[in-house]
């Protein structure tokens, strides 16, 4: 059925209280011990500990959501780089208060932790957010064909980076991007809150972020990444405001997260036409489980469209959307090149879709006009199965390219409740290839009728067998 915004907005209101109650109780647990000297230490999940350690309040930062930290952020990173070069690694802890800063850069075997009470605040003031060049898998900007603004939290050619807390807060203050955003204001293309290049051994872990300019979470040209227990939240109607989004990355989880969003929650990408099809790194290993999406005007998990370096073993469990455009969508077009394969979903519950299915072959919007019109995506291998939904406006819209069918789709183990004012045609299919069992309502003819179970990997992926250590910090908070 079709709801109004207000209507709306209260329903995800409430659902997003009742999932982020639910998801308190899956964030990892933290062990706080009060000494007789008021100091407090805290344990934590990591992929290593760390010998060195300071708070920002050591290199003059100041909590007061005024000043700008963004010297004080740069200084102790530049000082604790030094001391984590013997081998012992450093972290940095954010303590309690609200800290107005400007991007600034990681540095490897290093640790950020932001306290509970603490507030990372992204300055509205764009000189002190340096830029960048463009992406060069992408070719030009998202928002404009120039460069990029540097994100909130940076950095390039690292090892063993942790950007974690118990549940602080990373605050965008994306309001003043968005408006430039939509008067068409922007020379170069918004930051995001964080993005990590060129790295490995990466965690990004028990936080919650609000408010990004752009996209949230931003891995690229990187492996072996593990994201979890994140809280994520921006209004339904700001744009671009992707949860996270797995670029060019091999090796990842993401788990136990919760994202509300005006964009994709989880967009899996890697580069966009002929920068992509150069570039020639794919999206691969990747496992999403235990996660909880709302987004009126887009999709759960989202691969694509930009995916001109490939897409392959992407492996989705246990996911759950509420008023959310459509499940998991394949967006792609002629001039995208590559592929999307062997892609495994399992276990999704459904409430207030207005797609469960949807392939897009004619997604358009490229970088410039020179891309490759003979360039044809390879969409294979895709398998859904254990789907529950409700209340859902069409079943499934599933359309490949001509002379370029999606194929080998299955779809297994389907219940499908539809509005109280459902589309005539809930099955609209062309171009595509496979088969489904035990699905309702009846799928189209081009997808018949077959005693199968779609499958889904039993093995482990490599990233699956990293054990996090439990670290500690201590300090007066």
Not at 207 to 225: A, E, G, K, R
Not at 429 to 448: A, D, K, R, S
């Amino acid at each position: 059925m079709e709801f109004s915004r207000k209507s709306l907005v209260i329903k995800m209101l409430i659902s997003a209280i009742f999932l982020l109650g639910l998801s308190s109780s899956s964030v990892a647990e933290f062990r706080v011990a009060r000494h007789a000297t008021t100091s407090t230490t805290i344990e934590y999940p990591a992929l290593n500990c760390r010998k060195h350690s300071a708070v920002l309040t050591e290199f003059g930062g100041v909590g007061d959501g005024k000043t700008s930290n963004t010297e004080a952020f740069k200084a102790a990173i530049a000082n604790l780089s030094q001391l984590a070069a013997d081998g012992g690694g450093a972290q940095l802890v954010v303590p309690p208060g609200k800290w107005l800063t400007g991007s600034f850069n990681l540095t490897s075997h290093f640790t950020l932790f932001i306290h509970k009470d603490a507030v990372i605040l992204g300055t509205q003031d764009e000189s002190e957010w340096p830029h960048l060049p463009v992406l060069p898998s992408y070719g030009r900007g998202r928002d404009a064909p120039n460069g990029r603004f540097s994100s909130l939290i940076f950095g390039t050619n690292l090892t063993d980076v942790v950007i974690t807390g118990n549940n602080g807060t990373i605050d965008g203050q994306g309001a003043y991007w968005w408006k430039k955003f939509k008067e068409e204001k922007l020379n170069v293309t918004r930051p995001y809150l964080i993005e990590i290049m060129y790295s490995s051994q990466v965690q990004i872990s028990n936080l919650t972020l609000v408010n990004s300019p752009s996209w949230n979470v931003h891995p690229i040209y990187s492996s072996d990444i593990i994201i979890q227990h994140l809280t994520i939240l921006a209004p339904v109607d700001s744009p671009n405001t992707d949860g996270i989004d797995p670029d060019s990355c091999t090796n990842t989880k993401i788990e136990d997260s919760f994202v509300v969003s005006g964009d994709d929650c989880i967009a899996v990408k890697s580069g966009w036409d002929q920068y992509g099809i150069k570039f020639n790194m794919p999206t691969k290993n990747l496992v999403i489980r235990r996660f909880t999406c709302i987004s009126p005007d887009s999709a759960t998990i989202a691969l694509g469209s930009e995916m001109s370096g490939g897409i392959e073993d992407v492996r989705a469990e246990d996911i759950t959307a509420i008023n959310t455009q459509s499940g998991v969508r394949i967006k792609t077009a002629v001039g995208r090149g590559a592929y999307v394969k062997d892609i495994y979903v399992r276990r999704i519950t459904l409430n207030t879709m207005k797609y469960v299915f949807w392939m897009t072959g004619s997604y358009g919007s490229h970088p410039d006009p020179g891309f490759d019109p003979k360039a044809l995506p390879v969409i294979k291998g895709i398998n859904y199965r254990d789907v529950v939904a409700d209340n859902v406006t069409y079943s499934a819209r599933l359309d490949g390219i001509e002379n370029d069918p999606f194929t080998d789709i299955c779809i297994s183990n389907v219940n499908i409740k539809l509005t109280s004012k459902p589309k005539e045609l809930q099955w609209n299919c062309t171009n595509i290839q496979g088969v489904t069992n035990q699905v309702t309502p009846e799928p189209c003819n081009l997808l018949p009728e077959k005693e199968i179970d779609c499958p889904f990997p039993e093995d482990r992926l490599p990233i699956d067998n990293v054990k996090l250590k439990t670290c500690s910090i201590s300090g007066n908070f």
